[in-house]
């Protein structure tokens, strides 16, 4: 399983950037996948996620309105769109595999190297 993320980086506060995650190793279509970042000095924040076929989407509360998920099965690419980012989205931000069933728990079993994302004046 490898999970490869990009499209971090410094923006100002109210901008946008899109994260991209692409997923190998696996029959991506298979899973549902998640979003979850962490900010320096706290721990592991989940932030969202989809199901297999992209029809259903996940938000913590801090994101909703905001980010947007989405998946395209045919490239075992997830994303992340994200706008109005507020200083307080700045965190290392994590592609992760679900682990079936986990429901609203939304655990997950491999997760990717991260990629930075500084919102900034």
């Known amino acids: 399983v490898q999970l490869v993320e990009s499209g971090g980086g410094m923006v100002q506060p109210g901008g946008s950037l899109r994260l991209s995650c692409a997923a190998s190793?696996?029959?991506?279509?298979?899973?549902?996948m998640t979003w979850v970042r962490q900010a320096p000095g706290k721990g592991p924040e989940w932030v969202s996620a989809?199901?297999?076929?992209?029809?259903?989407?996940y938000y913590a509360d801090s994101v909703k309105g905001r980010f947007t998920i989405s998946r395209d099965n045919a490239k075992n690419t997830l994303y992340l769109q994200m706008n109005s980012l507020k200083p307080e989205d700045t965190a290392l931000y994590y592609c992760?595999?679900?682990?079936?069933?986990?429901?609203?728990?939304?655990?997950?079993?491999?997760w990717g190297q991260g990629t930075q994302v500084t919102v900034s004046s």
């Open positions: 190793g696996f029959t991506f279509s298979s899973y549902y």
């Open positions: 989809i199901n297999t076929g992209g029809g259903s989407t």
């Open positions: 992760a595999r679900e682990l079936p069933g986990s429901g609203p728990r939304h655990e997950y079993d491999y």
